[in-house]
């Protein structure tokens, strides 16, 4: 029998100065060539987390270890409050957002697959934050780091047709790289598999 060890590594805790959200890299996407990542998440109270989304590829997996977190997962309005060792798993192409809506801060994990991109989004998204380059809601001010950012994490909005959005996000990649746009979001990753083909 081969016994495997799990990815050890100094946790690598960033804190976002805009939203007040922290994160900790518990196992990094370049630790398994970016099929997996674990990250744990710190939101304060009445955080927003994400409006309504899915990937096309990623799967996610929710588990909370402290307070309760908010999920409304499937269609709009069906909402499942999550409390400690409570898991929801969020298949590929399914619609999910997530929220602090307790007076308590909630910690809790993800488990993304693949992860690489995903990663490299929110270190991107909390990198920006730190250098004052996001507006009140925590987003990149620059419409191409937003692109770059969003084509990386494999999320598209509800509400906006996926075909316009991924046309528009594409443009606006396409724009970013003849720009070296992406050049300005290396130092956000430690790693290069987040990196646009």
């Known amino acids: 029998m081969i016994l495997t060890k799990p990815y050890r590594m100094n946790a ?3 804190t976002n100065p805009v939203t007040g959200d922290r994160m900790t890299i518990l196992q990094p996407a370049h630790a398994s060539q970016g099929r997996y990542a674990k990250i744990c ?3 304060p109270p009445g955080a927003q987390g994400s409006p309504l989304h899915y990937h096309t590829e990623m799967d996610e997996t929710f588990t909370v270890l402290k307070g309760f977190l908010a999920i409304e997962v499937g269609q709009k309005g069906n909402v499942r ?3 400690p060792s409570e898991s929801l798993q969020v298949p590929a192409g399914t619609h999910h957002s997530f929220c602090n809506a307790s007076s308590d801060w909630v910690t809790f994990t993800t488990e993304n697959n ?3 991109g995903f990663e490299q989004f929110i270190r991107g998204l909390y990198g920006l934050a730190i250098d004052g380059k ?3 809601a925590g987003m ?3 419409p191409l780091q937003l692109a770059v950012l969003l084509k990386l994490s494999d999320t598209i909005p509800v509400g906006m047709p996926p ?3 991924q046309a528009l996000v594409n443009t606006l990649v396409w724009i970013a790289q ?3 746009v992406e050049t300005s979001l290396l130092k956000y990753w430690p790693q290069a598999e987040g990196r646009l083909k």
Request: proline fraction near 8%; hydrophobic fraction near 55%.
């Open 12 to 14: 690598e805790t960033i």
């Open 41 to 43: 998440f710190d939101l």
């Open 81 to 83: 409050i999550l409390q």
């Open 114 to 116: 693949p992860a690489a």
């Open 134 to 136: 996001v507006n009140a």
């Open 140 to 142: 990149p001010t620059d």
């Open 163 to 165: 075909v316009f959005f």
């Open 178 to 180: 003849r720009l070296q």
